[in-house]
């Protein structure tokens, strides 16, 4: 695993010339930026950016989606803008519809969709997916999933997702740690957002609560401690936190199996994971790459963001002012 060679690895330290060219050009992008040597291109509309420093999942689309869904309980119309990593899309721009495969606009960008209905648009370059939303929509805001190092769009609020277990690991810049960015980047964001472990003081703390297991073929929804012989399955950036929240309600899988991130799936492949009698228990993630070729005894296991408390109103209460002074 990628995390223990960071640690414990010494071929990590033959890596380090690669570090300091990696993170040197890191620095002087940003840098070339905020001095004015590249333009950089403002919105029309409000641009809340939702990343974070290391590489891996650390929980922003989940935070993605309840933030579209806090915004758009108060009456905001909401865009979303994504990246779209490992779609195939023929052409860029785009906009996600009801007939879009995850193989076109990648995985996030469809969970975002199904979730919340709200316009998303897919494009490498960030600003290219803001514009084809503003041809397409009225919106009020929009929320980018990642892209927090892609300085050629301006932002007016910058939040960073933490892994609270992993943090930043040996804090050291790709490819010798896990590190986009150094910790001193948090300094000048606007809110930290911390996913499980301890939120350490100015750090607002973020939960993933599970809610009921559903049934990818007919949307069938129980308890998930009710589901029989269970082989858990999760191809997301940390997979053992799937797991951990599986044992933590109550489910002791046959098996785990961990796939890369964005992995596209084949039937072949999975239906050789489960033997009769038993259910394959995957991610919401997962799900959507699934859907048009899943098997009956599938199923997978949604999240919701639990963030609350007088910091996360106040950033809340922080966008709405945004949006209403640019209205």
């Known amino acids: 695993m990628i995390h223990h060679f960071w640690s414990t690895s010494p071929v990590r330290y033959l890596l380090f010339p690669l570090c300091l060219v990696y993170g040197g050009i890191s620095n002087l992008l940003r840098i070339s930026y905020l001095l004015g040597w590249r333009k950089t ?18 929980g922003k689309t989940p935070l993605v989606i309840w933030l579209v869904g806090m915004l758009q309980s108060h009456g905001l119309r909401v865009g979303v803008v994504s990246r779209g990593y490992g779609g195939k899309a023929r052409h860029y721009p785009f906009i996600v519809g009801q007939h879009t495969t995850a193989h076109q606009a990648g995985d996030e960008p469809i969970l975002i969709y199904q979730r919340t209905h709200a316009i998303v648009g897919v494009a490498p370059i960030r600003k ?13 805001i929009i929320i980018t999933d990642d892209g927090l190092q892609h ?15 992993r943090r930043f690991g040996n804090g050291w810049w790709l490819p010798v740690g896990p590190m986009r960015e150094l910790q001193s980047r948090l300094r000048s964001v606007t809110a930290i957002i911390t996913n499980g472990g301890v939120a350490l003081p100015g750090e607002l ?3 993933l609560l599970p809610g009921f297991a559903v049934n990818i073929s007919s949307g069938e929804k129980r308890p998930v ?3 029989q012989n269970v ?9 053992q936190r799937f797991f951990k929240t599986l044992y933590t309600e109550g489910v002791r899988p046959l098996k785990t199996i961990s796939f ?7 039937l072949k492949g999975l239906t050789t994971l ?8 995957m991610t919401e993630k997962d799900a959507v790459k699934v859907r048009h070729f899943a098997k009956k005894n599938w199923w997978y296991l949604p999240v919701e963001v639990a963030l609350s408390g007088n910091d996360a109103q106040e950033l809340l209460k922080n966008i709405f002012c945004l949006v209403s002074a640019l209205r």
């Open 205 to 207: 703390s973020m939960k």
């Open 41 to 58: 291109w403002r919105a029309p509309v409000p641009i809340v950016m939702v990343g974070n420093l290391t590489i891996g999942g650390n």
């Open 128 to 140: 290219k997916a803001v514009e084809e939303i503003l041809r397409c929509s009225v919106v009020d």
């Open 225 to 227: 401690t009710e589901l």
């Open 231 to 239: 082989v858990a399955m999760a191809g997301i950036g940390c997979p």
């Open 274 to 281: 489960t033997t009769s009698g038993q259910t394959l228990l």
């Open 151 to 165: 300085h050629a769009l301006a932002r007016d609020i910058e939040i960073v997702v933490i892994d609270g277990e």
């Open 260 to 266: 890369l991130d964005h992995k596209r799936y084949r």
